[in-house]
């Protein structure tokens, strides 16, 4: 599900308790009515001494009074267990904020993963930096090393709520993406792409556009200017994933709404001609 912002409006407690009281309160007046109607038409003539005060003998007013009390208590606590029951159901998201200083409260640390590095991208200034090179560099054979794709992951992983921010440059654009760390790294096919899979979601960055890709469903975003900072916002367990180009002020280039099975890696894919720098 794509949505340009991530809220999910709580609903309001007391029409969850008025809608309650309607539902159960017909069944509880209906016993009460029945009651009466037995005691009134239907109760044995022992009941129905006219010697007797027949509303007095049968229910007195402090009788009635304790029971509707009970009534209202036992109606109160049926309404708090059925608003408990909601809210155990419900998970409630904030409005997504695009002020800068509430994102860096989430800011993480980020170092690129020399062992998954394609072996035609050079890491520099301590694996934050990434270029394409002509020359193969000397890194070992890897079980994690993407062998075709232009591609390398983090380090570190995501878990709850995490912000990063890059700066990308060049002519032929890049792709910033988070992965799971299953993802596939061995051969050219879909499986080892960034966002051609169900393991990762990936915003591909040109010059001119922007696109955003999972599952190999590709979104053509109409979004501009194109910004060179881009910032990249996880919450896990919300199962929110935002793209903010980031200048004096903050601005949404695309958000989505998923579940997240298992912790995620950002991952960037370069092509060639240019460059991506941690920031």
Not at 3 to 15: A, C, G, L, T, V
Not at 84 to 102: A, E, G, Y
Not at 202 to 221: A, G, K, R
Request: hydrophobic share 35%; net charge negative; charged share 20%.
């Amino acid at each position: 599900v794509i949505n340009d912002q991530s809220i999910q409006q709580e609903p309001h407690k007391s029409d969850v308790c008025a809608s309650y009281w309607v539902k159960c309160g017909a069944d509880e007046w209906f016993f009460f009515f029945f009651f009466f109607f037995f005691f009134f038409f239907l109760a044995p003539p022992e009941y129905t001494d006219v010697n007797d005060d027949l509303f007095s003998s049968l229910f007195s007013f402090d009788d009635l009074r304790e029971s509707v009390r009970q009534l209202k208590q036992k109606l109160e606590d049926s309404c708090k267990e059925e608003l408990k029951k909601i809210s155990d159901r419900v998970t409630f998201t904030n409005i997504v904020s695009r002020i800068r200083n509430d994102f860096l409260q989430y800011s993480h640390q980020l170092t690129l993963d020399l062992n998954t590095a394609y072996k035609r991208l050079h890491l520099s200034e301590c694996n934050r930096v990434i270029t394409v090179t002509d020359t193969v560099q000397p890194y070992p054979d890897h079980p994690e090393r993407f062998d075709y794709w232009y591609q390398v992951l983090c380090r570190e992983s995501v878990c709850g709520r995490c912000y990063w921010e890059l700066e990308w440059s060049g002519n032929n654009g890049v792709y910033i993406s988070v992965s799971y760390k299953r993802i596939s790294r061995k051969g050219r096919s879909n499986e080892c792409l960034f966002g051609c899979n169900d393991q990762s979601w990936s915003l591909d960055c040109s010059p001119s556009s922007y696109s955003f890709t999972h599952n190999n469903m590709v979104t053509v975003l109409r979004v501009k200017p194109i910004s060179s900072r881009i910032g990249v916002f996880v919450d896990h367990s919300a199962g929110t994933l935002s793209f903010y180009s980031v200048s004096d002020t903050m601005s949404l280039i695309h958000t989505v709404q998923t579940t997240f099975t298992q912790p995620l890696y950002p991952g960037f894919g370069v092509y060639k001609e240019s460059s991506v720098k941690l920031c």
